[in-house]
């Protein structure tokens, strides 16, 4: 999907429509007849990004790893239990029911199943016409021709507003759900594995419709998938997820060609490659050994360290911050890929641009930049 112009014709970065600042959400665990708590499940634990006006934001991730969860707090459908969501510049964090009520018109969600999110005892018209119920909008030429033209929108019969749920398709239910999030001219569409639920041909459907939406009413994205392929397509940029938090952010060429943080390279190492030139191309696929950990006691220092195979003393008791180590591509770890020397050492260096230890640095993290393939040299195309 492309941004607008005005989302990129300015040389400063536009103004965000949405702003995730150190989100968390830890789900109570409770036992006992007095409920006392004993635990939490840390769902989301200390994210932030932004989201441009215009653009898509893809959210990739393992399952479990608290993407509608994540999905959940920017849409205000769950309080958090700490951190910022910005919506136009607003604190939307914490504004009860009433004050997130006008809000709740520029902020859509398309959910992931398509048969458990639509009502069964209502008509597709009267699901369609609940926004404007709710919000107590009257739009021009009454609710009726509006919700018909919005069917015809995405792709439906108008006829069909007196049908019920169950005569549909799978991917014409995923087209209501889709009506029902337009109706009320959204700006933030929050879709949470809109089309996993589908069949793959139906599946592309759904994708080029949600695609020339955007286009048509200028919507911005937040697109939930674990399916990497239809993540690329759709997204301008990535955020990776891993149990809880964000590991890497960056556009979408970066990400797939150079990805930086181990478990990304996993991920991308799994992905068909498209070009028909490149198809017997030998690909280094990294299988991922054990389970994800569980998110009630996430390990310490970097949660990825269980798995990775660059793990090293620092990754198990130090957490990696994430930092801008490319322009534009943001990672969380202590050994990225591509990097000769660790983030710290980079900081180092470029403090004391006369002294001479990097040579060390360097070659003490040598075995690390060499450990796994060379895919960051040889990118796709
Ligand atoms: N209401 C809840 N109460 C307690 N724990 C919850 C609740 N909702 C989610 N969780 C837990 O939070 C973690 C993240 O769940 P979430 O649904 O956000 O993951 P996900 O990345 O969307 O997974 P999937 O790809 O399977 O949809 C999981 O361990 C889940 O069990
Ligand atoms: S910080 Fe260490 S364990 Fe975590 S991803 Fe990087 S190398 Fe692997
Ligand atoms: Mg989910």
Redesign the pocket.
Known sequence: MTIPAQATSSPEAPEALLRVEGLTKH?PIKKGLLQRQVGA?K?VDGISFDVRPGETLGVV??????????GRLITRLLEPTGGKVEFQGTDISHLGVAKMRPLRRDIQMIF?DPYGSLNPRHTVGSIVSAPFVLQGVQPEGGVKKEVQRLLGLVGLNPEHYNRYPHEFSGGQRQRIGIARALALKPKLVVAD?PVSALDVSIQAQVVNLLDDLQEELGLTYVI?A?DLSVIRHVSDRIAV?YLGKIVELADRKSLYESPMHPYTKALMSAVPIPDPRRRGAKTDRILLKGDVPS?IKPPAGCRFHTRCWKATEICKTQEPPLLELRPGQQVACHHPEGVAAAPEVIEVTVAKPAEEPAAESAAESAPEAEAPSKDDEAPEK
């Open positions: 789900f499940v769902a991730g393992e399952s479990g790893c608290g993407k509608s969860t994540m992931q594995e939930i674990h997820m998110p």
